[in-house]
């Protein structure tokens, strides 16, 4: 290799590592953005996140942090983020939970019709069912 060959090979070099270290120094933290755990996380006046935020999450920030819905205060709006939840679906969840006054179980949310198995599965998996004390029942 001739000695500009070389100049210019090493150019190169230098080049590349030079990018590598721009992208390297860019790259995002994987550190949490916040110093809280996803379930203490509230919004400001705002809207936005933080830690003990004096309002509570909406359901698509709860979804997008990997929090649970709450079931028997989910909307049906809320619920059509449920994936298999589609808006007629979901109205008639809130319906049923509305005539029973709250879930109980899972087999009161199996026997709305249009539920099914693999839509029972998706609603355990993005929500929960929680009954406040002054339903009656803990």
């Known amino acids: 290799m001739s000695a500009r060959g070389r100049v210019g090979a090493s150019a190169a070099v230098l080049v590349l590592l ?3 270290l721009a992208a390297w120094w860019r790259w995002p933290s994987s550190a949490p953005a916040l110093d809280c755990l996803p379930g203490e996380v509230g919004a400001d006046d705002t809207g936005a996140l933080r830690c003990h935020g004096p309002k509570p999450l909406t359901a698509g920030q ?3 942090l990997g929090l649970k819905l709450d079931l028997n205060a ?3 709006d809320d ?3 449920v994936p298999g939840v589609g ?3 979901a109205k008639a969840i809130v319906d049923r ?3 029973l006054g709250h ?3 899972w087999d009161e949310v199996d026997a709305v019709p249009g539920v099914g ?3 029972l599965a998706a609603l355990r998996e993005a929500s929960e069912i929680t009954v406040s004390a002054d339903a009656g029942v803990l």
């Open 74 to 76: 989910a909307s049906a």
């Open 103 to 105: 879930f109980a179980s």
């Open 18 to 20: 030079l990018v590598g």
């Open 117 to 119: 198995a693999e839509r």
């Open 79 to 81: 619920l059509t983020l």
């Open 87 to 89: 808006p007629a679906l």
């Open 97 to 99: 939970r509305q005539a």
């Open 62 to 64: 709860r979804r997008t």
